[in-house]
């Protein structure tokens, strides 16, 4: 094996390594000595995601806050904020919203009995001179905004026992329809902070409020002071609150002088597949295929389109719908709803009441989400399926019934189930 280096040789080697560590080691101190490091930084905060929805409830609420103060809605509106809590109550009226899934004939039978019908009358006189303000201003019929006031809270007497803050919170944090509620939450808080409804104010459980049930949003950018008080209370103000209605239907798109809904009645076999409420033909068309006014005579001279609206099929109540129909649409997406206020509005006008006819029952809510899962198969979009007879199930079943032969009416029966 090689023999180590001698002591010499090894320190001609080191020699030059010292050197040159020695000068690293001065250069280094010297730059040391005239720029001196930086202390040590904490470590970065980890910025936690709020959630828009669900989720751990202190932390969504701290997204919501942040938002409320970007709103520039004050401390002490978002104080309220912090005593808010979740109401279980709240969502199960959410989830169980049975009442529209009842047929046409029996939703407006138990919203429009005798009684409201003639309250109703007697207010449309009573409170003459609002009513023909509102129309004056905003083009709206009075029998129009007293049937949303009569269908809403039976004129102002039945409001609400739920607390809307709760509600709205509730329904927020909830990931259901958080885009609907958010923002109605903001506008809550807005409103809070003005001091035109206070903290403990009460209403629908889905957050509405007042004699006409509108959401804070509405009540928010549409109020309008109807009597004159320097304020908008929607909850105590008759006039404030048709004032602010005939608003909001004007906004939606209500045409001034048109009408709404009519009653007919089907005296043949139609296409039925043309009874879409969308589809609007001239009186003449409708003529030409049968359809006569309530009292069997001819439709009167065409002066706007209009649609064959058959809510129970074509054996059942018939009317013709105008473009103003589509404002109680906008009102309350309901068609079983929409329908009912219109009819409702149209026998305070004075309208005789619709003919029933002889429909064909119509399905469960257990068969209709039987049917419904059937249309999935088929290749259609049903959304969510919930067994209520919607937009979406209403086209298929149409669609359907051409494809297998059916008169198209749209109404879903169990003969269409079983040919499915």
Known sequence: MSRPATLPAFRSVLKPLLTAATLLSSASLAFATTVQPAAPSAPAAVEIEKPACGGEYNLWLEGVITEAKAAGISDSAIAELHKATLDERTLKRDRTQSVFNLTFAEFSKRLISEQRLKKGRENLVKYADIFKKAEETYGVPGPVIAAFWGLETDFGAIQGD??????????????????????????????????????????????????????????????????????????????????????????????????????????????WENSIRTYRLPHSKWSNWGVKTADGSALGADDGDASLLIPMGRKGPAFLSYRNFDIFVEWNKSIVYATTAAYFAARLAGSEPFLLGTPVEGLTTEELTELQNKLVTHGYDMGRIDGVFGTKTRDAVRTEQLRLGMPADSWPTRELLEKL
Not at 187 to 202: P, Y
Not at 208 to 215: D, V
Not at 233 to 240: G, I, Q, Y
Request: one cysteine or more.
């Open 162 to 271: 739920f607390d809307t803050l709760n509600s709205l919170v509730t329904l927020s944090h909830d990931c259901r329809r958080p885009e609907l509620f958010r923002p109605q939450l903001m506008a809550m808080l807005k409103l809070i902070d003005q001091g035109v409804v206070d903290a403990g104010t009460m209403g629908a459980w889905a957050g509405e409020i007042g004699q006409m049930q509108l959401l804070p949003k509405d009540y928010l950018e549409r109020g309008v002071d109807g009597d004159g008080d320097g304020k908008v209370d929607l909850r105590n103000s008759v006039a404030d609150a048709v004032m602010t209605a005939a608003r909001m239907l004007s906004e939606l798109g209500w045409q001034r002088g048109e009408p709404w809904l009519e009653t007919v009645q089907l005296t043949q076999d139609l296409p």
